[in-house]
């Protein structure tokens, strides 16, 4: 079952271009989290310290992506180029 919002906002409220930035990246996570929640099924049917494991390497994982988002943000913007 899906859950749909529908929102209502005055136009100048929402930058519409971070709008737009944020359904695109939505539009490119969905398949991972549909992937994910397939691979987590049988996951949970492992021992306690295989679970520790499995998170352990996207807790590492998750915060490494994060700054590699950042340096390439600042690198853009200290470059004069548009996102």
Partial sequence: MKLEIEVNVAADVVDKVDFQEHLRKEAILAPLVDELKL???????????????IFSVIESI??????????????????GGSR
Avoid: M
């Fill in 39 to 53: 691979q987590f099924k049988p996951a949970s049917q492992l021992d306690p310290e295989e679970k520790k494991v």
């Fill in 62 to 79: 998750i915060p490494r992506s994060t700054v590699k988002g950042a340096v390439r943000h600042f690198s853009i913007a200290d470059s």
